[in-house]
């Protein structure tokens, strides 16, 4: 294949059931065919890729969590029960074709199907903000996207007027695509599924993005490429995002990450489940995992996850997480939403009797783990990066770069994502990168080529491999734009507070200020992981309520996370009073210094 960039051309994975070569050969020869297929005007349809025996996510529940789900259930269990989400492909097809029909208006559409179970094919109505139109959002394991998928994603929004769609790149380096109709919903899967990518099980009680790093294959520091497993984990729960009913029920939303090293670009420590790698064996080049659990932000908590001191090599991760995921499917709590994340049944057994029970399913099936580190096994050290990706860096293979760009909280335009593509296709061979910061990177870049796309127009105008410090880690959530859970309007402000804030104040060492903007208490944005979080609140300004934020504090990345905690309550979002407190934090906590001529 000599399409294949030098990083993955000789790398055998350890996982087995789907690897990156594998991956990325199937995707050029599909970018041809996609081509060649791309101007017929017939869509034949390629529906349903499902798994062939048609199970749908309750026929996999034991009968006794039916049993208990159809007498103590909440209400979205019950809803399940009625229909699995899993099916909810069918729906679109149906609605689909209805509505091109003519014969139904999507007002018609039974609510639960609309607004809920159409979740689970990942096609999320924005009832509130734009009616009628949908959110859809993909699954792209490890981040990846390649110039040709991106193209055509593009040639679709075009049907639409421009004003009102978009790409937003989110905290789980995954894309979401803005202003779809569900008449076209059916052609749009086609086109994914043409493409190979997936986006079925992206919302609900299904496994999210599978987060790996964004510098896979390229870290100078890696112990882990953390490609191919993300991608065998995104076939073993979704069939790479085309439908897998064996964890399409579970009682809630599950997180998964993958590290590759202590430079921290996952966020494991957030995640439901995450395998950080700690050790690789001088000899055999074993990479050895530390398993995390029960990590979770929501509005009711927030925890970082657990070390369940136990430790397996690459090869079993697989199979630690199928175990995981079967035991939260079939004992975790489905009787309150707010209360059925793992963490919860993580508590309600103990975090010991947890630990024996997938120490004891690993033995039953013949999988290795370790109770304790050897000593000939080398600890790794790598300096921590984060959100320190931006510019030229030297990638691990000779002559090699790869390029950190800056997004503007996460969103493109069509235009924007059309040109980003063509320059992926330049000098990048094809492929970018997202990351979970809600920024890419262009990896694989050749010596001769680094000048050239330095001076790309779309790089130095608009997407900046320079940014100021207070860009370089800042994220937003979806806010009041667009989602109607939200308490605040958060991309614009974020933006214009941070420009703001630059004209005032100078940063002398340049580093990365990790600010976080999320516009309601799920914490999309991650406001707990950031250095300065501020998560949309309710107010008072002069006896009136009115739109505010509360103010977290001291969360960090890498080997010794930690979450940031409630500094200040209640701030309006106004800039008269919100500027004041995040100029005197700044200053305190980060070092900044307010110009001469302020
Ligand atoms: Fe989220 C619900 C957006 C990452 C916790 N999240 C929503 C919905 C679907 C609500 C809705 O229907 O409108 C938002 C869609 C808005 C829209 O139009 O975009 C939404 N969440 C997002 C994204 C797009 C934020 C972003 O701008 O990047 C992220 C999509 C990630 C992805 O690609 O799958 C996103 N959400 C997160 C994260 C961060 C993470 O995964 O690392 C969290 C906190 C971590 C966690 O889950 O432990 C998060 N979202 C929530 C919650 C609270 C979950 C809970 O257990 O209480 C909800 C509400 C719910 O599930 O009931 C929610
Ligand atoms: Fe919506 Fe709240 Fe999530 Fe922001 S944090 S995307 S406002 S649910």
């Known amino acids: 294949y000599p399409f294949l960039a030098p990083s993955t051309k000789h790398r055998r994975m350890p996982c087995g059931s789907l690897c990156y070569l594998r991956t990325k050969a199937l995707s050029v020869r599909r970018h041809n065919e996609f081509f060649a297929s791309a101007d017929s005007s017939s869509h034949e349809n390629v529906l349903p890729r499902l798994d062939s025996s048609f199970s749908t996510g ?24 009625e229909k699995d989400g899993s099916l909810a492909w069918q729906e679109i097809q149906k609605y689909s074709q209805m509505l091109r029909s003519g014969n139904v208006d999507w007002e018609d559409i039974p609510p639960e199907d609309l607004d809920i179970r159409l979740k689970w094919a990942g ?57 779809i109709r569900l008449d076209d919903a059916s052609i749009f899967l086609e086109e994914l599924h043409r493409l190979e990518i997936g986006c079925f099980q992206s919302g609900m009680d299904n496994v999210r993005n599978i ?23 995104d076939e073993m729960i979704s069939n790479r995002g085309r439908g897998k009913p064996d964890f399409a029920n579970l009682p809630r939303k599950f997180n998964i990450a993958v590290g590759s090293s202590s ?21 055999s080049g074993i990479v050895l995992f530390d398993i995390l659990i029960g990590g979770l932000l929501s509005p009711k908590r927030n925890e970082a996850s657990r070390r369940l001191k136990l430790w397996i090599p690459e090869s079993s991760i697989l199979a630690v997480t199928r175990i995981v995921l079967e035991i939260y499917r079939d004992f975790g709590l489905r009787n309150s939403r707010a209360t059925s994340r793992f963490v919860y049944l993580v508590e309600s057994w103990g975090l010991e009797r947890m630990k024996a029970e997938i120490a004891r399913r690993l033995e039953e099936s013949n999988v290795e783990w370790f109770t304790s580190l050897k000593d000939s096994i080398v600890d790794h050290s790598a300096p921590l990066i984060g959100s320190e990706i931006f510019g030229v860096n030297s990638q691990r293979q000779q002559g090699r770069f790869f390029l950190g760009c800056h997004v503007p909280v996460g969103r493109l335009t069509v235009e924007e994502a059309d040109a980003l593509a063509d320059i992926a296709s330049n000098y990048s061979e094809g492929e970018i990168r997202l990351t979970v910061d809600q920024n890419f990177i262009l990896p694989n870049i050749d010596r001769t080529k680094i000048e050239g796309v330095l001076r790309e127009p779309l790089l130095r105008e608009r997407f900046s491999y320079e940014p100021k410090p207070l860009l370089k880690g800042l994220v937003s959530c979806t806010g009041s734009q667009f989602c109607g859970l939200a308490l605040i309007e958060t991309k614009n402000r974020a933006m214009e507070l941070s420009m703001v804030l630059h004209e005032m104040l100078d940063f002398p060492d340049g580093q990365a200020i990790r600010i976080h903007w999320t516009g309601c208490p799920n914490s999309c944005g991650q406001a707990q992981v950031a250095n300065i979080g501020l998560m949309g609140a309710p107010a008072k300004r002069n006896g009136k309520l009115v739109e505010g934020v509360d103010i977290y504090l001291g969360g960090k990345l890498g080997v010794n996370s930690t979450l940031g905690t409630l500094y200040r309550k209640g701030i309006p979002c106004d800039f008269k009073y919100l500027l004041p407190v995040m100029i005197e934090l700044l200053q305190t906590h980060f ?8």
């Open 58 to 81: 309750w026929d996999f529940l034991s009968k006794t969590t039916q049993q208990s789900v159809l007498e103590d259930g909440n209400k979205i269990e019950k809803l399940k029960a």
């Open 123 to 179: 096609f999320f109505h924005r009832k509130k903000r734009a009616p009628g139109t949908f959110m859809v959002r993909l699954r792209l394991p490890n981040g990846v996207i390649w110039d040709y998928q991106l193209k055509a994603l593009c040639r679709f929004l075009r049907r639409y007027d421009l004003q009102n769609t978009c790409f937003d790149i989110t905290t789980r380096q995954n894309l979401q695509l803005r202003g």
């Open 263 to 283: 430079t921290d670009t996952v966020h494991g420590h957030i995640n439901d489940l995450a395998f950080l790698p700690v050790a690789k064996c001088d000899h």
């Open 211 to 233: 987060v790996g790093s964004p510098l896979a294959g390229i870290d100078p520091y890696e112990l882990y490429d953390t490609r191919g497993i993300c991608f065998a984990l």
């Open 591 to 598: 070092g900044a210094r307010l110009k001469s001529h302020i």
